[in-house]
């Protein structure tokens, strides 16, 4: 079961009750019906969902939801390449961004992330097709993985990016309605 340090609840709840009684059109509870724990084969956009989870870091989810257009616009529409390609002026542009989470640290992750992606999509053809092929790696196993290519990738960081991408089970409690149509997919934990 997920317990909701990632979305910063105090007392333990998954992520599913919390957004349970939520307005349909409320971010959280977008984001819990429409994306978390669906698959995605684009590298750009798993990137961005990258992005996102290393900025969350001590933050809470839905101020990440709230800023995710922001980050968007500031990180050149996730693309990779694009952010690979920044250098220090940008840097200092997007440390004077109010818009988005203006952590240095996190930031020159985030530019050193694109870089190691193009590395593995150079070697693997695709970001998708490397993380593909390390379907069926204990949570351990991923961060290890992780750590040897990414900066600011801790344990939760880690599970959280591939639980809501569809890499790790453990997304939706089994009694959410949610679980069932991502199972139904096939999602990508499944196939280890």
């Given at each position: 079961?997920?317990?909701?340090?990632?979305?910063?609840?105090?007392?333990?709840?998954?992520?599913?009750?919390?957004?349970?009684?939520?307005?349909?059109?409320?971010?959280?509870?977008?984001?819990?019906?429409?994306?978390?724990?669906?698959?995605?084969?684009?590298?750009?956009?798993?990137?961005?969902?990258?992005?996102?989870?290393?900025?969350?870091?001590?933050?809470?989810?839905?101020?990440?939801?709230?800023?995710?257009?922001?980050?968007?616009?500031?990180?050149?529409?996730?693309?990779?390449?694009?952010?690979?390609?920044?250098g220090d002026d940008?840097?200092?542009?997007?440390?004077?961004?109010?818009?988005?989470?203006?952590?240095?640290?996190?930031?020159?992750?985030?530019?050193?992330?694109?870089?190691?992606i193009m590395d593995?999509?150079?070697?693997?053809?695709?970001f998708n097709f490397?993380?593909?092929?390390?379907?069926?790696?204990?949570?351990?196993?991923?961060?290890?993985?992780?750590?040897?290519?990414?900066?600011?990738?801790?344990?939760?960081?880690?599970?959280?990016?591939?639980?809501?991408?569809?890499?790790?089970?453990?997304?939706?409690?089994?009694?959410?309605?949610?679980?069932?149509?991502?199972?139904?997919?096939?999602?990508?934990?499944?196939?280890?």
């Amino acid at each position: 079961m997920n317990y909701l340090t990632h979305f910063c609840v105090i007392y333990t709840m998954s992520y599913c009750e919390f957004t349970k009684d939520l307005d349909e059109n409320h971010l959280d509870k977008k984001y819990h019906d429409e994306r978390y724990g669906f698959q995605t084969n684009d590298d750009d956009e798993l990137f961005g969902r990258f992005i996102l989870e290393i900025n969350q870091a001590g933050l809470s989810w839905s101020l990440m939801l709230k800023k995710e257009e922001n980050f968007k616009n500031a990180f050149a529409d996730f693309s990779i390449s694009k952010v690979a390609g920044f250098g220090d002026d940008k840097v200092e542009e997007l440390m004077a961004n109010a818009g988005i989470i203006r952590n240095r640290r996190k930031i020159e992750a985030v530019i050193y992330n694109a870089n190691q992606i193009m590395d593995i999509q150079n070697i693997n053809g695709s970001f998708n097709f490397w993380l593909n092929e390390n379907i069926g790696l204990t949570l351990k196993e991923w961060t290890k993985l992780f750590k040897k290519h990414f900066k600011f990738t801790g344990e939760k960081i880690v599970e959280e990016f591939l639980m809501s991408t569809s890499y790790l089970k453990g997304a939706h409690t089994e009694d959410c309605p949610i679980y069932h149509k991502i199972k139904n997919n096939k999602p990508k934990w499944e196939k280890s």
